[in-house]
């Protein structure tokens, strides 16, 4: 991914010594485990799923995996925000499934997942590495005052401007 730069000051990454998958018969798509570093997969979705499972496997991953990397703000980002920084790289990676929302598509800049990961896309082609400088903002706490420190403009006016971008 290039916008993502390659080098960081040791004080800015998460020290992170192992990650463990876990594939596991249960509920929902996937989740993460923070306090161990576990990401846990769940088979049964991916025993049902109808499309490319080893492209959707690869998505679930890109995302879990930007869970354990990102920083989040010492709890205080909004959830949506979290969700959809992930996708993002998952969008990246060129690994968006289907059945996500078209670009301009959403309620709300924070609605989460593929909505809020289009959001960052737009908001990443303003600024490339928008999305790597926000999250490194969001290693002590949150405030949507980064938006206009990275970009000049509030969240809100930026989610206008991108509707606005799509006809919305």
Known sequence: MEDLPTKHPEADRKDVQKVTLIIENGNGI??????????HVNANYLGSYSGDVTREFRGVIYHEMAHIWQWYGNNDTPGGLIEGIADFVRLRADLAPSHWVQPGQGDRWDQGYDVTAWFLDYCNSLRNGFVAELNKKM????????????????????????????GN
Not at 30 to 39: G, K, P, R, V
């Open 30 to 39: 996937a989740f993460t485990s923070l306090n161990n570093n576990e990401i």
């Open 139 to 166: 290693r002590k706490g949150y405030s949507a005052d980064f938006f206009v420190e990275l970009l000049g403009k509030t969240v809100d006016q930026l989610w206008s401007d991108y509707k606005a971008q799509y």
